[in-house]
Nanobody
Framework: EVQLVESGGGLVQAGGSLRLSCTAS????????IGWFRQAPGKEREGISC????????YYAGSVKGRFTISSDIALNTVYLQMNSLKPEDTAVYYC??????????????????????WGQGTQVTVSS
């Protein structure tokens, strides 16, 4: 059984930082993309970042580019999302996903939710003003 478990969410003041982790079991990343998504109340799920497990290629949504950094430790089957300069509008449930083709992580295709097969349960991030 494939499981993705996110951790690291919490409450932080605007301008602060958090680091999210996503650890997979029952699945090896191999040549797949791993993506981070978020969903705020009343809004659609938004793809914000992705990484290729094979070559480390990354892609970011404009809303987080320059503030968030995605990285991976393939030996640990874990992907991270370092979030800096957080804003209240970053408040959302954050999800990781995998199963998309690795090449997708080099383009905006990596931010399309329908490209992914497996999803975590999410972790809440709340940014206070």
């Amino acid at each position: 059984e494939v499981q993705l478990v996110e951790s690291g969410g919490g409450l932080v003041q605007a301008g602060g930082s958090l680091r999210l982790s996503c650890t997979a079991s029952g699945f090896t990343f191999d040549d797949h993309a791993i993506g981070w998504f978020r969903q705020a109340p009343g809004k659609e799920r938004e793809g914000i970042s992705c990484i290729s497990s094979s070559d480390g290629g990354t892609y970011y949504a404009g809303s987080v580019k320059g503030r968030f950094t995605i990285s991976s430790d393939i030996a640990l089957n874990t992907v991270y999302l370092q979030m800096n300069s957080l804003k209240p509008e970053d408040t959302a449930v954050y999800y990781c996903a995998t199963g998309a083709k690795g090449a997708a992580a080099h383009t905006r295709v990596g931010l399309w939710a329908h490209e992914y097969d497996y999803w975590g349960q999410g972790t809440q991030v709340t940014v206070s003003s």
